[in-house]
Structure formats: C-alpha cells, structure tokens
Nanobody, 114 residues
Framework: QVQVVESGGGLVQPGGSLRLSCVASGIIFSINSMAWYRQAPGKQRELVARVMSSGIGNYAVGVQGRFTISRDNAKNTVYLKMNDLKPEDTAVYYC????????WGQGTQVTVSS
C-alpha cells in the first residue's frame, strides 16, 4: 500500500497561493492515479483533484479553474498548485491513490484567513 508524505501547507490570506507536494512510496507510482483530498473541521473528507497516469487532471467543481494538479513520475511526487485561495479552502489536505487506499499520511494544514 502507498505511503505518503505531504508538505507545503500554511497560513495564507484570501486570494493567495500555495503549492502542496506529496512524495509517495510503496507503489509503482507511474501507473497509479493519484489524488488530493481535504477534510475541513466537522466535515467529511472529500476529493479535491485527481491526476491519471497520463497526467490528465480532474477537479471538484469548487476548485475548478483555481487549482492545478500535476505529477513528476521521476520523483514519485504529486503536486497541487492552489491559486485564489478562499476561506472555504481551509482544511487538512491529504494525498492518496485514486481510488483511495486504506492508509493515510499526516496531511498538511492549509488555513486561508485575513
């Protein structure tokens, strides 16, 4: 099963940007679809974006046009570039395979606040 280490979160003002990174191991990274998920306080974890082995990305409606998911197979790394961040993007962000595997990393906290 996949093991992941997420990084890149932080505190940012509304309208700001962040880039999250996730290094994966334990799988043949290049053939797996990968995804970013997030969990806000009091809410269920939700899918934010996924990237197929081909590099094609798909997005949740609320982040379409603001977030970009990408991958570097040579580095076993998946990225999430987040622009025009909004307070409702505040959450812990996790990466995992798509469909999700049973094990989760520690996540990285993103807080959007003025």
């Amino acid at each position: 099963q996949v093991q992941v280490v997420e990084s890149g979160g932080g505190l940012v003002q509304p309208g700001g940007s962040l880039r999250l990174s996730c290094v994966a191991s334990g799988i043949i990274f290049s053939i797996n679809s990968m995804a970013w998920y997030r969990q806000a306080p009091g809410k269920q974890r939700e899918l934010v974006a996924r990237v197929m082995s081909s590099g094609i990305g798909n997005y949740a409606v609320g982040v379409q046009g603001r977030f970009t998911i990408s991958r570097d197979n040579a580095k076993n790394t998946v990225y999430l570039k987040m622009n025009d961040l909004k307070p409702e993007d505040t959450a812990v962000y996790y990466c995992n395979t798509y469909p999700q595997g049973p094990a989760w990393g520690q996540g990285t906290q993103v807080t959007v606040s003025s």
